[in-house]
T-cell receptor, first 114, second 114 residues
Framework: DQQVKQNSPSLSVQEGRISILNCDYT??????FLWYKKYPAEGPTFLIS?????DKNEDGRFTVFLNKSAKHLSLHIVPSQPGDSAVYFC?????????????FGAGTRLAVHP | DAGVIQSPRHEVTEMGQEVTLRCKPI?????LFWYRQTMMRGLELLIY????????DSGMPEDRFSAKMPNASFSTLKIQPSEPRDSAVYFC????????????FGPGTRLLVL
């Protein structure tokens, strides 16, 4: 049973437009959410995060929105650039053995075309 | 620092053979994680270590999988015997502290079991 779901396996966006990547979760105990970005032949790298006490966190062109009642979060990239083309993973943190274990979604492949 | 190092980068083997994946975490990091990435399930945490001690192995799929960390600079993930359904990309990650986002991933090992 997947606790973190990214229902869109791929997304194609024109350069300069907004990219919106979505993520849903089922466990109301999650209290921290993260987005990771992965280029081909590389490991994922941390992009942006949000605590459950907030509904928005912004870092440059990247903004993450959290809707706790709907158990939904989204990543907005504005404006989108070709270098943003990558796989984006949504993750949720849950306490396990004194550590915040990360539960990842299946990923969404973003393609930004000129 | 060279980052997290994984070897081999690619592995092709036949069903029934033993496979050993290797990881060298970032020096000084106390936490080490093994993940598996598949198209259907995304990134799954298999096991993680703190100070060389396995803390949570609930993600290890079955007894064919085993992981060890004999010292702070080396870990192995072994599959014996391997099966075609084990084909995936296996990532190692390390972290300095139990904070949520500072997991640094290696480039991964792409495993194909024929």
């Amino acid at each position: 049973d997947q606790q973190v779901k990214q229902n869109s396996p791929s997304l194609s966006v024109q350069e300069g437009r907004i990219s919106i990547l979505n993520c849903d979760y089922t466990n109301s105990m999650f209290d921290y959410f993260l987005w990771y970005k992965k280029y081909p032949a590389e490991g994922p790298t941390f992009l942006i995060s949000i605590s459950s006490i907030k509904d928005k966190n912004e870092d440059g062109r990247f903004t993450v929105f959290l809707n706790k009642s709907a158990k939904h979060l989204s990543l907005h990239i504005v404006p989108s650039q070709p270098g943003d083309s990558a796989v984006y993973f949504c993750a949720a943190a849950v306490l396990s053995g004194g550590y915040n274990k990360l539960i990842f979604g299946a990923g969404t492949r973003l393609a930004v075309h000129p | 620092d060279a980052g997290v190092i994984q070897s081999p980068r690619h592995e092709v083997t036949e069903m029934g053979q033993e496979v050993t994946l290797r990881c060298k975490p970032i020096s000084g990091h106390d936490y080490l994680f093994w993940y598996r990435q598949t198209m259907m399930r995304g990134l799954e945490l298999l096991i993680y270590f703190n100070n060389n001690v396995p803390i949570d192995d609930s993600g290890m799929p079955e007894d064919r999988f085993s992981a060890k960390m004999p010292n702070a600079s080396f870990s192995t993930l072994k599959i014996q015997p391997s099966e075609p359904r084990d084909s995936a990309v296996y990532f190692c990650a390390s972290s300095l502290s139990p904070s949520r986002e500072t997991q640094y991933f290696g480039p991964g090992t792409r495993l194909l079991v024929l």
